[in-house]
């Protein structure tokens, strides 16, 4: 069994907003697969997907960006999964709009959701897809802003290219592993 968990912030504001490319990956997942969510026995919803003779776990945690730990942590003593059965999908400030970058583990990179894992988990050795988010060459003035920002129309249509191509790494890393994914799926900018 395979745990994907997808951050981002719950509530109706926030759908469509850089820092939920999490949620809308897992959400088009499920929609592809004709899941539903459910409310869960933690503080997240959840969706279970079979692809190819393996059961997927879709997670949101509920509990906001910065707090997603508490949910990873509920989740995994529930179905008892192990860490290196999980991917984190996130976006990723620091990388071109687009872009993808699986990596086995790793440092939170200056993401508050990946942080807060890290510290419940004591331990970054689980897997994550980033998802890149930044427009132009230089950092915005106001990160929070910036994240917590919708997404303009060009940022839009190159979504709705890397957003399956999202799904299909997490389809790979559910049947053949990380480094597979990784070898398959880390791309700059679509």
């Not at 026995?41 to 393996?54: H, L």
């Not at 960006?65 to 999980?86: E, P, T, Y």
């Not at 976006?91 to 990946?114: C, I, M």
Request: hydrophobic share 40%.
């Amino acid at each position: 069994m395979k745990l994907i968990i997808g951050l981002g912030n719950p509530e109706a504001r926030h759908a469509g907003t850089r820092h939920n490319v999490g949620f809308d990956v897992l959400d088009k997942l499920a929609a592809t697969f004709s899941t539903p969510f459910s409310k869960g026995k933690g503080n997240y919803s959840w969706a279970k997907i079979s692809w190819r003779n393996t059961s997927v776990i879709l997670l949101k945690p509920m509990t906001y960006m910065n707090l997603s730990g508490h949910a990873v942590v509920a989740a995994m003593n529930f179905w008892k999964i192990r860490k290196q059965d999980i991917l984190v999908v996130c976006d990723d400030l620091n990388l071109p709009s687009g872009t993808l970058r699986l990596r086995a583990k790793g440092s939170a990179g200056g993401q508050n959701g990946l942080k807060h894992i890290i510290e419940c988990l004591g331990s970054d050795e689980f897997a994550r897809l980033r998802v890149g988010i930044r427009l132009e060459e230089q950092l915005p003035s106001s990160f929070s802003s910036f994240v917590l920002g919708k997404f303009s129309d060009e940022e839009k249509k190159t979504m709705e290219k890397t957003v399956p191509l999202c799904e299909e790494a997490i389809l790979d890393f559910s049947q053949n592993g990380i480094e597979h994914a990784m070898n398959r799926y880390n791309r700059t900018a679509v």
